[in-house]
């Protein structure tokens, strides 16, 4: 059972289920779909896909993630930034509006959900860790920058396209005259409206003598307002007939079950796209996850997670939906509203199923202008202009890091931003990490403690260079340290023993084993001899299983004091004020 357990979570939390997480999950569930039917029909029309195929990707997925994920309050669904990448990556296949479209969607989240499957079966969620916060955060400010301007033709009520900054601003400019004012009034209040509702309407209720927990609860179903006032108005008014865009009809009935296309020029044009869809989507997914879990001291499994994200996404292919992942809104309301257990989804997916059914004909006369100001005030919470001053002020690298990922998806798009983020990011990585800070140090008096000479007054000896590397040595900085070994001895002639101070090293690989043993031989032919302190277990178990040292020209100290006491003559210890002495700071 535990290990069936390992991939079916819901054995876990299903064993004790009882009345009081049913009530829970089921009051949570309520304001979570009410929550939903809005927002769902607005990131399908950022998708570019029919405004069903939002609730239908927040059907079957809300369900099988209930039964392979194992965060208890994780709510999964259409999400802006990974609806805005579908818009991006479908839109170059098929024509928005085709039925061809639709299939390409359908077939870029099956294709997701394979890749996050095997991602999962083979537990590699460790890669996501690729993708650096900085440039995660540069991404989703420049996809949410996109995404609220991709919006306003839609306030305007005028035909505007592009996918980039750069191709949408001249567009939208260039129609400005076509304005509908009907439209424009109706986009204009609705997003007032709904910034208001997200900022003012609880403490407004509040002071109107509203309890907090029924402040709270209307205060997130407020967007419901927008969407039942607005609909009203078009079709008391005949603004239909005025111009103003709307929903139209909507088919009504349970998500139907379609095979996805699988043609191979199809599945290579797309494979890209979805293997990008995945690793954004499990990075906003497990961030949020752990985050709330966290909070109520619970545990979530990344390995797992990326199973029934996976098994999510093949639902929404399999269902007439879309790529999905967890979203931070609607699982903040999941989470506030007390859902107790993953059943919670399982409830919303069955009130958004009879909303499917029932509901569906009344938001014929809904303005698309309320939805695109429902997108428009989401994702605007996720533009965090302030990270680049943030960046800036502790580290230059990571500055450039967000602002080249940020420009990027400006100006060439979401796949090319984040392409290119990842690049840079691991670019980075390995160019710090082929640099390491390396301190000469020496005994602080009157302690057994070794520190930096640039920056403690300390004890050395000319006749002992004690180096500290602050980075597990690989292939990329091995020769780095043989560089500054040989220019460190030819400096200072009065050296006889060099040690290397391996209190830091987590990791010593093959090209930086054939490194010592080269920094050994030339040592050794110079009378040098090279010592080693404080090696970690795993890693002098590897040098064990060398012939390193059998060779080594020296000794292999349990502690840096312990080479400090045998190797240094008492008679010629000096006192070396800080910043005279030193490799790096």
Not at 254 to 274: E, N, S, T, V
Not at 421 to 437: A, D, E, F, N, Q
Not at 468 to 482: G, H, K, Q
Not at 537 to 557: A, I, Q, S
Request: proline share 5%; net charge neutral; charged share 15%.
């Amino acid at each position: 059972m535990d290990k069936l357990g390992r991939f079916l979570p819901i054995l876990h939390w299903g064993r004790t289920y009882d009345r009081h997480a049913l009530t829970s999950d089921a009051v949570a569930a309520v304001i979570v779909t009410i929550m939903l039917i809005p927002q769902s029909l607005a990131y399908a029309m950022l998708a570019g896909l029919p405004p069903e195929a939002g609730i239908y990707a927040s059907i079957a997925p809300l369900v099988l993630y209930a039964i392979f994920g194992t965060s208890r309050t994780l709510a999964v669904g259409p999400v802006a930034v990974v609806s805005l990448m579908t818009a991006t990556a479908v839109g170059q296949v098929a024509q928005q509006g085709t039925a061809g479209y639709a299939a390409a969607a359908l077939t870029l989240a099956a294709l997701s959900g394979l890749f996050l499957l095997a991602l999962g079966g083979l537990r590699l969620g460790f890669l996501a860790n690729f993708l650096s916060h900085p440039v995660i955060a540069g991404f989703i400010t420049a996809s949410g920058i996109l995404i609220a301007t991709s919006q306003v033709k839609h306030i305007l009520g005028i035909e505007a396209g592009g996918h980039t900054l750069v191709e949408m601003i001249p567009d939208i400019l260039a129609h400005l005259g076509q304005t509908n004012p009907m439209t424009l009034t109706i986009g204009v209040l609705s997003t007032g409206f709904l910034f208001w509702v997200r900022r003012g309407l609880k403490p407004f209720l509040r002071r109107m003598g509203a309890g907090p927990l029924l402040a709270d609860m209307l205060a997130k179903t407020g967007p419901v307002a927008a969407v039942v006032v607005t609909t009203l108005s078009v079709w008391a008014l005949g603004l239909a007939d005025r111009g103003v865009a709307i929903v139209g009809a909507v088919p009504h009935g349970l998500p139907p079950l379609r095979m996805p296309a699988l043609a191979p020029d199809l599945i290579r044009q797309l494979a890209a796209p979805a293997i990008l869809i995945s690793i954004i989507g499990f990075v906003e997914s497990i961030s949020i996850a752990q985050t709330l879990a966290a909070k109520r001291r619970q545990r979530i499994d990344p390995d797992q997670e990326l199973i029934g994200l996976g098994m999510a996404n093949l639902g929404a292919g399999f269902t007439g939906g879309y790529p999905v992942t967890g979203g931070f809104a609607r699982s903040v309301v999941n989470f506030d509203a007390g859902a107790a257990t993953p059943a919670a989804g399982v409830f919303t997916a069955a009130g958004l199923a009879i909303a499917a059914l029932l509901l569906t004909p009344l938001i014929y006369f809904l303005p698309t202008a309320t939805l695109a100001a429902t997108i428009i005030v989401a994702v605007l919470s996720l533009v965090d202009v302030a990270i680049l001053s943030r960046t800036l002020r502790y580290s230059r690298a990571d500055f450039a890091a967000v602002v080249t990922t940020i420009v990027l998806t400006l100006v060439w798009g979401v796949e090319i931003g984040i392409a290119s983020g990842v690049i840079l990011s691991v670019g980075l990585h390995l160019y710090k990490t082929s640099r390491p800070h390396v301190a000469e140090v020496g005994l602080v008096p009157g302690t057994n403690h070794f520190r930096n000479v640039l920056r403690h007054e300390v004890t050395t000896d000319p006749a002992v260079l004690t180096l500290r590397v602050d980075e597990s040595l690989y292939f990329v900085n091995a020769r780095f340290l043989e560089d500054l070994i040989q220019d460190r001895i030819a400096k200072q002639p009065a050296v006889g023993h060099v040690v290397l101070m391996c209190s830091a090293m987590n990791e010593i690989d093959y090209s930086a084993l054939e490194s010592l043993e080269a920094i050994n031989h030339r040592l050794k032919e110079l009378g040098i001899g090279l010592h080693l302190s404080e090696v970690k277990g795993p890693v002098m178990d590897r040098l064990k299983k060398t012939h390193f040292l059998d060779h080594l020209n020296g000794e292999v100290f349990l502690s840096q004091f312990d080479a400090w006491t045998t190797l240094v003559r008492q008679d010629t210890k000096m006192t070396n004020p800080a910043g005279l002495r030193g490799v790096s700071g």
